[in-house]
Structures are given as structure tokens and as C-alpha cells.
């Protein structure tokens, strides 16, 4: 039944009323209820020394979780199982290292947007050639496929059109942005306590109906049946010979390209980063520790639900007219459908949870949107002299106009049609490895020139390009035995062997890091000075609680990868 009832719209509207009275609280409380401090640009967009450890992991986890995770990821977890779990559980240690090496110099250099940091670290052509880059990325694909694809699963539920959705989503976004960082922040809390509340109870059903189709009953036994019905499902590390290999290609999960995603989205994104760049070292690695320990949990809320989808369709719990049949089969309306069938008020519940986690993301992308464009395009070209009053204003139309040009464009991009979690993944992996080896390098090698980050960025673009399609003109079947893969029987006979994304990712860093360590051996030995940053070793110790977080992090990653390998 694609209706919610009374009882899903009262509790629906408590959290609505929850989460916009507490913003409101905390604006009003920031601003001693007569704006004196809105003239702050820094306290606007940053949010400066007034976050939490708490308040910013909350915010991480909530601005990262979106419909691309619980439709998405869901969907993904219906159609290879377990095994995309590696995004959520390879993040927790990269967040331990970009807590422990990255945050450290930017908050030592007093680094606040990324293109700050490359016209500090190389000059102002880079870093205008990248703010216009992230700001055409945020609003054209980012923005739009979380409003997009976040109007469609609310949508599926709600029974609402899809243009309503799209408009309530953007508007309930800008309620909370309007407010600053710190009211994202604060709200933000709620925001992933309904998240996960909401998430887990339909983890709980989900697990409880598979036990129940099999005449049990409770969570554990429905684990138990999953795993025994659905053994191919629980694996991390898949064979070549497995239909999904080209996603998620063997041990590259562990040693290859899904560090490049990984470390690049936590460690060099204005999205994320931003949450953590107005506190104190010691209150942001604990936040991000904390966001950390969040990410282990997300699969049980998010890929779990879609094993058991996937359980239950075999079983003939659900039908064509839920999933589609034959080549129509759409796994991405796995969630959508477990939800459809929650009690009334659980219900009302998990939606809330889903919209959450969309309006959570949007507010989070619009202000780093608003961010990027107020300090390095508006104060740097149009008006550097322009007061911390007129920046904040600056600020609050940004988002505004970022989120309508969301909605109006949104419908036209065909989001809905270009697949799930993955397609957006290997996607964002054509500019990902030239980004990450110019902040990496940037980073650790005070040689690094700015021509060498100006080739990483145009250059790695196009080696990916041409790894994508240079299948199409030669027969690569020869390299099958080195990781070359085949997408089909069919393209294997007619050799269209292909490297799957991760693995060129992997491939398109390694050549841009060669690339800019020669191009910047050769500009340093014609007399070129490089601007490095300040970075010292004592920055990278961490405080004890911190290295005693991380260790248990690691031990239950590795009990993970043991036990599901």
C-alpha cells in the first residue's frame, strides 16, 4: 500500500516539528535573538570552536547517509549481497586517517575551503579552475541526484507526487541551512537519531519477516536463514568468475582503488572536511571517531534490508509488480518495498528516518555549497571588500538559488534512469584520482608544483577516459590474466574485456602521481619554488582516547573481513 496513515503523518510531523524547533533554538541561542553574530561569516559557514565531538560526527554520518545509501546501497545489497558493505566498512579506517594525517594540516595551515587550500599550496588559477569545478559537480550532479533520487523513495512511499516531494525536501533543506553550520551541526544529531532508529527498525522487520516466511520467529533466526538461503550474499571479497566482479574487483576493495574513493570523498571534499575545520584538533578527531564507529553500524541499516528483500523475492514473497520481472528487475526498489509493507506507525517512522538522511545531505551540500562560492569566487573576484555581514547574505541567496536550479533541473537528467550506488560511484572516479594525487602531494611532497597539480586534474580526467573506452577499439582479452574482465559471455567472445573502475582508478593515481613528480622535478630544476605548507611530525600524534578508539576499529574490521571473506 503506497499511502501512509494517520498515525505515519503524526509521527512524521513530530519529527519535522522536533528537528525545525531545535533549529530554531539553537539559531536563536547563536545569535542572542537579535543577530548580532550573523554578521560572522566564519561562525555562518564553519561554525567556528562551537561544534561538538558528538555534533560534528552526527553531521558527517548525516550529511554522507542519503537516499544513494538506503535506496541505492539497499538495492545493491539485493543484487551482490554483503560484499558492498566494503564502502561503509573501508570508510571507518579511512576516517582514522584522515583524522590522524589529513585534518591536522588544515587546521595547522587555517585552511577552510578546498580551493583555500590549493591557492595556498599552488596558486590562485588552480584553485578558481576547481571552486568553479565543485560548484558545477555540487549543483548539477550531486544536489540534484540526492533531491532526485530522495523525491523518488519518498515518493514510492508517500504515494505524494513527485514534484511535491521534490519542492517539500528542498524547502525543508533550506529551513536548516538558512541557519548556518551550527544549526546543520545540532540538527544534524536528531537528524541521524531518527536515521538510525528508523533504520534499524526495518532492519528488524526485514530479518523478522524472513524468519516468519520460514514458520520461525526474531531477528537471529531470520540472520540464520539469510545466510543459509542466501550463502553467495555474504562474501566481501568477490572471485573474477563472479557476475558483479567489475563493481567490486577481488582484493582491490582492500589494497587498491577503493582507497582513492575513499580518501578523496573524506579527505579532500569541501562536503564533508567542512564539518571538522571550525573546531580544536583533539574535538574534531573525536568527532570524526565517532563518525567512524557510526559507518560500521550503516550496513545492518542499509544493505542488510536488501539481502533480506532479495530472500524474500526468491522465496515468492514478492512479485513482478514490486520488483519487476526478467530484465526489468530494478533492485533498487528494495527498499521502497520493505518499507511499503512496515506497520502504521513504524512506518511513519522509516519515512522519517529516509527523509532524514535526504534532507540531512541537502542542507549539508547546500552550504558547502554557499561556502565555496561566498569565500572563494564572490570575495575573492566580485567584491573582496564586501563586509562579514553582506558575505553571510551572500551565503543565504546561494543556497536558495542552488536549491531551486536543484529542483528545476533535477527532472531532466535522467537520474532515475542511470542506475544505483555504483554508476554514481565509478562516475565520480573519472576526476577522483587526479584530485586525490594533487591534495596527497600537496600534502607530503613540498616540491609538488602547480603545473603538476594542473596536469592531475586535466590529465587524470582524460587517462580515465581513456581507460573507459579504450575497450571499444582494442581487444584487451590478452591482460584477462592481470584483472581484465569481461562484462558478459557475450563481450568476452567478441573481446570487449574491460578494467573494472576500481582497479582503473587505481591505475589513472598511480600515473598522475608519476606525472607530477617528474613534471615537478623538472619545474624545480629550472629554479621554480614551490609554496609548501607548515607540517611537522608532532602534528600526526595522536591524544590516547583517539588511538584507543582507532585500534578497536581495527580489530572489528578485521574480524569483519575474517568472518565474511
Known amino acids: 500500500m503506497h499511502e501512509l496513515s494517520t498515525l505515519d503523518y503524526v509521527v512524521f510531523f513530530v519529527y519535522f516539528l522536533i528537528v525545525a524547533g531545535y533549529g530554531i ?3 536563536r541561542r547563536k545569535t542572542g535573538h537579535d543577530g548580532t553574530l550573523e554578521g560572522d561569516s566564519k561562525d555562518y559557514f564553519l561554525a567556528e570552536g562551537s561544534l561538538t565531538w558528538w555534533a560534528i560526527g552526527s553531521s558527517l554520518i548525516a550529511s554522507n547517509i542519503s537516499a544513494e545509501q538506503f535506496v541505492g546501497m539497499s538495492g545493491s ?22 583524522a590522524t594525517f589529513f585534518i591536522p594540516v588544515y587546521l595547522k595551515n587555517k585552511i577552510f575551503t578546498m580551493p583555500q587550500f590549493l ?62 553550520m551550527k544549526v546543520i551541526g545540532f540538527t544534524d544529531v536528531i537528524q541521524v537519531f531518527f536515521l538510525i532508529l528508523g533504520g534499524l527498525a526495518t532492519t528488524y522487520l526485514a530479518l523478522n519477516l524472513v524468519a516468519e516466511h520460514y514458520g520461525q520467529s526474531g531477528v537471529l533466526a531470520g540472520f540464520s536463514q539469510m545466510t543459509k538461503l542466501a550463502d553467495d550474499h555474504f562474501h566481501m571479497i568477490l572471485k573474477r568468475d563472479d557476475a558483479h566482479y567489475l563493481d567490486l574487483p577481488g582484493l582491490t576493495v582492500l589494497l587498491g582503488g577503493m582507497w582513492i574513493v575513499n580518501l578523496n570523498y573524506w579527505g579532500c571534499n569541501q562536503y564533508i572536511t567542512q564539518r571538522a575545520l571550525g573546531a580544536d584538533l583533539p574535538t574534531a578527531r573525536n568527532g570524526i571517531l565517532f563518525a567512524a564507529f557510526l559507518k560500521l553500524l550503516m550496513p545492518v541499516i542499509v544493505v542488510l534490508p536488501g539481502i533480506a528483500a532479495y530472500v524474500l523475492y526468491q522465496a515468492g514473497e514478492f512479485g513482478p509488480a514490486e520488483f519487476g520481472a526478467g530484465a526489468d528487475l530494478n533492485p533498487d526498489r528494495a527498499y521502497p518495498v520493505l518499507l511499503n509493507i512496515l506497520p502504521a506507525g513504524l512506518k511513519g517512522l522509516s519515512f522519517a528516518a529516509l527523509t532524514a538522511a535526504v534532507v ?31 558575505l553571510v547574505s551572500v551565503g543565504k541567496i546561494t543556497v536558495v538559488v542552488a536549491m531551486v536550479l536543484g529542483v528545476l533541473i533535477a527532472p531532466f537528467l535522467g537520474i532515475d534512469k542511470k542506475g544505483g550506488f555504483q554508476f554514481i560511484q565509478e562516475y565520480t572516479g573519472f576526476v577522483s584520482p587526479g584530485i586525490f594525487a594533487m591534495f596527497i602531494l600537496g600534502f607530503f611532497w613540498k616540491k609538488t608544483t602547480s ?24 581487444d584487451l582479452q590478452f591482460l584477462a590474466p592481470i584483472g581484465f574482465s569481461a562484462p558478459s559471455q557475450d563481450a568476452a567472445e567478441k573481446g570487449m574485456y574491460v578494467i573494472p573502475f576500481l582497479d582503473r582508478m587505481g591505475i589513472v593515481f598511480v600515473f598522475c602521481v608519476v606525472m607530477m613528480v617528474l613534471i615537478s622535478l623538472l619545474e624545480t630544476g629550472r629554479g621554480v619554488q614551490p609554496k609548501g605548507l607548515e607540517v611537522d611530525a608532532s602534528m600526526f600524534r595522536p591524544h590516547r582516547s583517539f588511538a584507543i578508539g582507532s585500534a578497536v576499529i581495527i580489530v572489528l574490521l578485521t574480524a569483519l573481513y575474517t568472518i565474511y571473506w
Open 25 to 27: 533554538w539553537v539559531y
Open 77 to 98: 545489497g539485493f543484487a551482490i549481497g554483503l560484499a558492498i558493505s566494503t564502502y561503509e566498512w573501508m570508510a571507518a579506517l579511512t576516517l582514522v586517517i584522515v
Open 360 to 390: 540531512a545531505s541537502l542542507a549539508g551540500k547546500a552550504n558547502s555549497i554557499a561556502t565555496i562560492f561566498t569565500l572563494d569566487i564572490y570575495k575573492k573576484v566580485i567584491n573582496p571588500e564586501a563586509s562579514e555581514k553582506k
Open 119 to 180: 591557492h595556498q599550496r599552488y596558486n590562485g588559477t588552480v584553485a578558481m579552475i576547481m571552486a568553479i569545478f565543485w560548484l558545477a559537480l555540487y549543483v548539477v550532479v550531486n544536489l540534484t541526484s540526492i533531491l532526485y533520487l530522495g523525491a523518488i523513495a519518498v515518493s514510492s512511499i508517500s504515494g505524494l507526487s513527485l514534484t511535491f516531494c521534490m519542492g517539500a525536501l528542498a524547502i525543508f533543506a533550506v529551513i536548516i541551512t538558512l541557519g548556518g
Open 451 to 474: 603545473s603538476a597539480a594542473l596536469f592531475a586534474t586535466i590529465g587524470g580526467f582524460a587517462a580515465s577516459v581513456f581507460l573507459k573506452f579504450l575497450p571499444r577499439f582494442v
